[in-house]
């Protein structure tokens, strides 16, 4: 038997967050709410979120230690990671290995929106290396 409690969040009720720094916003204006997170009740190696992307916005180049996926809810994109590169459209599925360069765009008239998951305890320890 767990010992952790279940966690149930409904993302409707949380509002979007983004980057604390101004310039870096204005650079990336992306997104997102975190869903599951030890931020937000007793989850282990589990951060689970929703981002979005407004058309012809990028999350910049950047890497971090944690891998991540990602998983693409609706709108279109392109994805580069290192030297690998693919369109996004719903239901696209991207693992990202640790440290690897990465960067998403969106190219639709519509906001990318996809699920981003990493295999760690708490959102605020995953640090964000930008690259460019």
């Known amino acids: 038997m767990s010992l952790q409690r279940p966690i149930?969040?409904?993302q409707a009720e949380l509002g979007w967050e983004s980057w604390n720094d101004p310039e870096l916003a204005a650079k990336s204006p992306i997104r997102w709410k975190l869903l599951i997170t030890g931020e937000r009740?007793?989850?282990?190696?589990?951060?689970?979120g929703i981002a979005e992307v407004p058309p012809g916005a990028s999350l910049l180049l950047h890497h971090h230690e944690e891998e991540e996926i990602y998983y693409?809810?609706?709108?279109?994109?392109h994805m580069e990671i290192d030297n690998?590169?693919?369109?996004?459209?719903?239901g696209s599925a991207v693992y990202i290995p640790p440290n690897a360069k990465h960067t998403v765009r969106?190219?639709?008239s519509q906001p990318l929106v996809f699920v981003f998951t990493f295999a760690?305890?708490?959102f605020n320890q995953i640090a964000y290396h930008f690259d460019a």
Request: with cysteine; charged share 10%.
């Open 8 to 10: 149930i969040i409904n």
């Open 41 to 48: 009740g007793p989850s282990s190696r589990l951060v689970t």
């Open 72 to 77: 693409v809810v609706s709108g279109h994109g």
């Open 84 to 90: 690998c590169e693919a369109a996004l459209a719903p």
């Open 106 to 108: 969106c190219t639709g």
């Open 120 to 122: 760690y305890d708490f």
